[in-house]
């Protein structure tokens, strides 16, 4: 029987990773936050253990994920993860062991929507998307006429707010900073050829509550990530975020969606993400992956999809 270490494993998704794998006949290990305290216990049940999953809260410098999936790589075992800081902030360091690790819970979680960035990485002209499920689910519950405090407790029913209740204001840097570590993944993973994005690259705008009320209330905007080479484009006032990297400019915006091509047939609902992917060999076709982006189920079984993967 295969065993995997489950890092976090006592919260939402670490469980809903561990239902899954022991419907597929594994045996699981689940360290909560106190049992990782002692990093004796951490490295023997890395030892012990086929594959590490790493299901413990994001934090903004993924330090503590880092040396946890340090350590297993050391030893020799696969990781999946669906904490996003530690690979968003370490690239460089995890690059070369990107064969032993699954990344697919990180953006978009149950789209799957890195497959096709990791499948066909090279020639990528232009991409875009909604890779924030929460803003999707909030902008899409308003656009269907509710009013942004019945769409925030529906959110925080479905468990789409990460960070728990917030104000709106807070709740909106919490998930920018999510978008903020998603890009930098979509732009290592996808467009880099050379120099990698950090997170610390990156800077948001601030924003005033009745800014984002604004946007929130326009049923016709989404929030997307653009990722734009050899574009003239310059920083707009209306950029939540905006980096220039080597040939490459990357900003997320409230968007029309009338304006994206590859979305309005599309158009994901609720916390549905979408990823839009144009090559240079075709320029007037758009690859398109839309799913489930948050959710504890969907992005477990995304984990369960890459430690299967491993173990093959
Ligand atoms: N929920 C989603 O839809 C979703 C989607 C995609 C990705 N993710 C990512 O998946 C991860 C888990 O999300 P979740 O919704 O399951 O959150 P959660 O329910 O809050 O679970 C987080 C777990 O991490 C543990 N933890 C916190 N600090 C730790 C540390 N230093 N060492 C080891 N464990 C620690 C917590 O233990 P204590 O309770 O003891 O503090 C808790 O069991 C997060 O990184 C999140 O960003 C979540």
Redesign the pocket.
Known sequence: MKNIAI??????????LSNQLKACGWSTNL???????DWQTVKSAIKTSDIVG??????PDGK??FK?MSEALDQGKGVV?????AIANHFSELQPYLHRMGLL??VG?GSKMLRLLLSHHTGIERMGGIVN?TFNFLSTQISLGKDISTALTAASAK??C?SGPLSLSELFISELR?VMLKSVLLFNLGCSERTYLKVSDLSYTHISEEYIKHFLNSPHLRLFVHFEKHSERKFSEEDLMFVKCGAWTIYASFTEIEKMPFARPWLPRNEENILAVQYDKDPDSWAVIRGM????I??AASMVDDVLRLAA
């Open positions: 890092i976090g494993g006592t919260g939402k998704v670490g469980t809903a360290l909560s936050s106190t049992d990782c305290k790493i299901t413990m809260t994001t934090f503590a994920a946890i993860t669906a904490e996003k800081a819970a990180t979680g499920g468990d789409l990460e999510d982006g948050a959710g504890p969907p992005t």
